[in-house]
């Protein structure tokens, strides 16, 4: 299985989707504010623009976007020139039905669905933080659509519509897909040179390493272990590894095991003494002090933590 298959499915990426169908004319403008979200937007009439820390990209009918990684975005109309943004966030905390129908209005020229997606922050984040504001990226042909993404308008669009069993868990599961397309997408049009450490899923070696480190996080990899599976001296791997990850193989793994344990302790599912062994710790104590530095506190202070916001 490739590394971006496995870390998706490790993650369990998207969860508790919400969706909003909204129609505006005229001059319109509104805010969304979240860190902990990645939101989807599907154009079915008109065209408009969405701001993103003071750059903006119009987007047209037909399109669909994905919006990774962002504390607050403005989607506001072409001609837009008043200075008073509505804050939406608001508006659908205090609508209580999903899908949110609102500001419908029969002279509307702009109709779009706002799909909301909640995420596993620690296993998602270092990849959504490599990526753009906006994918798919803006290319000279407007649209720059692929075809799953045309589908996916198509089946999101028609789901919207009609009240049927399993609404919710089709529109995520065509969400899910419309993410993978725009993941891949970027990460294959990523130049040689670029500063990214995506470029490692590109590459035959370090991929292959992500792939193995992924699969056996438990494993006592050493350096010289690792080379040796992906058929490279430990001096040249070591090298390679840093230059495009930014940080040495195992270190790498370090996080990523934390990051696995973490997930496990908000799942409540395990003792800490499994989750320990788990991630490839043969000490709890050696466990808990690596995941104080990480994370500022004890595992299981974490998991109380955990269990008192679920609580409130």
């Not at 129908?101 to 706002?114: A, G, H, M, R």
């Not at 899910?176 to 040179?193: A, D, G, H």
């Not at 991929?207 to 430990?234: C, F, N, Q, Y």
Request: charged residues 20%; hydrophobic residues 35%; aromatic residues 10%.
């Amino acid at each position: 299985m490739d590394v971006l298959s496995r870390l998706l499915q490790q993650s369990q990426h998207l969860k508790e989707t919400k969706y909003y169908c909204l129609s505006f004319s005229g001059d319109w403008a509104f805010s969304l504010t979240s860190s902990d979200n990645i939101y989807f937007y599907l154009i079915q009439a008109g065209s408009f623009y969405i701001t993103i820390n003071g750059v903006s990209r119009q987007v047209y009918t037909g399109d669909i976007v994905m919006i990774p990684n962002s504390n607050k975005h403005i989607c506001h109309a072409p001609n837009y020139h008043s200075q008073h943004v509505q804050e939406l966030d608001k508006t659908l905390l205090e609508d209580d039905k999903c899908p949110a129908d609102l500001l419908k209005d029969s002279n509307s020229n702009t109709q779009f669905i706002v799909i909301e997606c909640q995420y596993d922050k620690d296993l998602l984040r270092p990849l959504l933080s490599a990526l753009p504001a906006i994918l798919p990226e803006h290319d000279e042909n407007h649209g720059s659509q692929f075809k799953a993404l045309g589908w996916a308008l198509g089946f999101l669009t028609i789901e919207s519509q009609y009240e049927r069993l399993g609404k919710l868990a089709m529109i995520n599961f065509w969400a899910s897909i419309v993410m993978v397309e725009c993941l891949r997408t970027y990460i294959e049009r990523l130049p040689e040179k670029a500063e990214n450490w995506l470029l490692a899923m590109r590459d035959p070696y370090l991929s292959k390493t992500l792939a193995i480190l992924h699969d056996s996080p438990d494993h006592k990899w050493t350096t010289h272990e690792l080379a040796e599976k992906v058929g490279m001296s430990r001096s040249s791997f070591t090298q390679r590894f840093k230059n495009i990850m930014g940080v040495p193989p195992l270190t790498y793994l370090t996080t990523y095991r934390l990051c696995l344990a973490a997930r496990q302790l908000r799942l409540q599912h395990n003792s800490i003494g499994q989750i320990s062994e788990l991630v490839g710790y043969t000490s709890n104590s050696t466990f808990s002090q690596a995941f104080k530095r990480v994370y500022g506190m004890s595992p299981k202070a974490y998991r109380e933590r955990q269990q008192a916001a679920i609580s409130n």
